[in-house]
């Protein structure tokens, strides 16, 4: 080896050096930046970022290598950069022992009969949401979805019930969102005061609002001593295997987790599921055709387990994930394909490059539902919620919503689509329909 290399860095696959240049083109573009990142250096490829070198990949055996790699030598990556957003006991943020106990005192209100007692309450939201949409209507249906997604979350996360406090809380809750600029998340050079004025600022005040919200919510609910079915009250009585439970800090952290990972990124899934089921007049009449055979009054669980409504929601997830890249610190070094990465080094699988490989799935670029209908690809072939051990604790959730929301849309409503070319804009930090998918109400069902 060379005098004065780096042995850490000669181990690390190729890549590009950072400028300022390529985070304004992975903030803009991140599908494009990925990819052309790959075709130049090869996959894997090295990027500079923030947090350190990134190790990224789209290469299915590899995500295999990441995924089953013992949990205890992955730790969560860039904390620096997401903690402000998320809180530095977030589950996403921890790892090791603590990130194992946590999940396991956090899963119970995800899943089963827990999870399938707010199927009532999101098609009752999403009624209540759509009700002012007359025949005639038009409009962007983005901003509903996400009215639907807030709705959700104040109900079956938070337990927020008269319409008083609903309007205060989604005030508070979209302060705090919109305030969550990229610019300040992926650069956090910007993170200056600008005495007051600028979006750090703006994001601090919004997010201080937001806490002593929350942190008064859970003090006065333990006061009353009141039991709930919400997550909010599950979370708070629920205890680790010593009989401890967490405190008002992280429980806050949880919740703020939970905001992030199910608001905005639920509202641009349903989206783009609602602009392509309309581009394709055959997968609409077959999804209409489908919940029809449930009958007038359909129970949310059944409707949930429908194949094509599942494959839809499928193949909406796989084209537009949720978040193009998942990353993971080494606290071990990893053999990944020719390359021993060594402890230290950040890894990531790029969704986004995984999900458009032609060798998994044909034509990438259509979007085809019934590529999903009889046969699942494997947790390495398919991650829009991530995979592995640290695999996102609310997917089941996230599903349950989209299935039972499109169901309710496609029932009620004759919608025609008004853009025929809609494509991926930034949308804070995710990735969603530039223009918000316009549509026109054309009859009424419901």
Known sequence: MPPGTDPARASLPPGPRGSVWNTLWFLRDPYGFFAAQTRRYGDPCTLPTHGGKLVITGDPELVRAIFSADPATLEPFSVEVLAPFLGERSIIMTGGERHRR?????????????????????????????????VGWRGAVQPTTAAISLDVILGAVFGIETPAARERWSDAIRRYVGASSPLIIFMPGLRRDLFGF?????????????????????????????????????????????????????????????????????????????????????????????????????????VAALPLLDATC????????????????????????????????GVSVVTALLHGDPRLYPRPEVFDARRFLGARPSPHEYTPFGGGARRCLGAAFALYEMKLVLATLLSDLELELLDRDVRPSRQNVTMGPKGGVRMRVKERRG
């Open 198 to 302: 600028g979006p750090w600022a703006r994001f601090t005040r919004a997010r201080e609002e937001l806490s002593g919200m929350v942190l008064r919510e859970i003090a006065s609910r333990r006061a009353r001593g009141a039991p709930g079915e919400d997550i909010l009250s599950l979370i708070m009585a629920a205890r680790y295997d010593d009989g401890g439970s967490m405190t008002e800090e992280e429980i806050r952290d949880q919740l703020f987790t939970l905001l992030a990972a199910g608001h905005e990124t639920t509202a641009t899934s349903l989206a783009w599921a609602l602009y392509w089921i309309h581009r394709d007049p055959a997968l609409l009449r077959d999804l209409r055709d489908e919940l029809r055979g449930l009958g007038p009054d359909p129970a949310p669980d059944a």
């Open 102 to 134: 946590d999940r396991k005192l956090l899963t119970p209100p995800f899943h089963g009969a827990r999870m399938r007692a707010y199927g009532q309450t999101i098609v009752d939201v999403t009624r209540a949401q759509t009700r002012s949409w007359g």
């Open 314 to 345: 499928a193949e909406t997830l796989r084209l537009h994930p949720i978040v193009t890249d998942v990353a993971r610190r080494l606290r071990a070094p990893l053999a990944l394909g020719r390359w021993t990465l060594p402890a230290g080094a």
